[in-house]
């Protein structure tokens, strides 16, 4: 029973120290909030976003959101944007959200489902390295929502992104528009 008991409580430990444990932000204007890896930097404002850096800095890996104002989708209602984004959007589009000529970003995968009620847009992409400095990978979750968009982005270099996805994963998909 004594080996059992201790199987199990090790295999407990285990798992907790595979997943990384998490720190709630909740955005100061109170449009959303997101968990960030804990041990990452305080979050921190840049530009219209908030940012959270690795352990070494942006230059390992780093993740933002923000809620953007988009006063086109003011005009629908949450069902008639649920049905016009059902499908994952095309490249044009994602550079157009992005403010980036299309030739700045390649698309590595892309989908679109419903969460709590509204469609969320999910990307992962490449940016040119003259977009931030250094060629990144970004995985990208996109709330579109009546006269907003609630994003999460989490990005690295190519040769680390992959053992940063399950991560990156929960960070975009932590993130829930208030």
Same mark, same amino acid.
């Given at each position: 029973m004594?080996?059992?008991? *201790?199987?199990?409580?090790?295999?407990?430990? =285990? %798992?907790i120290g595979a997943s990384p444990a998490f720190a709630r932000y909740v955005d100061p204007g109170k449009k959303y909030l997101i968990e960030f890896p804990a041990g990452w930097s305080k979050p921190v404002p840049v530009a219209d976003s908030v940012q959270s850096d690795a352990p070494g800095g942006s230059k390992v890996a780093f993740c933002r959101a923000n809620s953007v104002r988009m006063p086109t989708l003011d005009a629908y209602t949450q069902q008639? =944007?649920?049905? %016009?984004?059902? &499908? #994952?959007?095309?490249?044009?589009?994602? *550079? @157009?959200?992005?403010? +980036?000529? #299309? %030739? &700045?970003?390649?698309? +590595?995968?892309?989908?679109?489902? =419903?969460?709590? @009620?509204?469609?969320?847009?999910?990307? /992962?992409?490449?940016?040119?390295?003259?977009?931030? @400095?250094?060629? +990144? /990978?970004?995985?990208?979750? %996109?709330? =579109?929502?009546? @006269?907003?968009?609630?994003?999460?982005?989490?990005? *690295?270099p190519p040769k680390s992104f992959d053992s940063l996805k399950t991560t990156f994963e929960n960070v975009i998909t932590s993130l829930k528009p208030l």
């Open positions: 004594r080996f059992v008991f *201790a199987t199990v409580a090790c295999l407990a430990l =285990i %798992s008639k =944007i649920n049905t %016009s984004f059902a &499908k #994952p959007l095309d490249d044009a589009t994602w *550079a @157009g959200v992005m403010k +980036l000529e #299309p %030739s &700045k970003l390649t698309i +590595l995968n892309r989908d679109a489902r =419903i969460v709590d @009620g509204h469609v969320v847009q999910f990307v /992962t992409l490449r940016l040119t390295a003259d977009v931030l @400095g250094q060629d +990144l /990978t970004v995985r990208y979750a %996109s709330h =579109i929502l009546v @006269g907003r968009m609630v994003n999460a982005l989490c990005f *690295a």
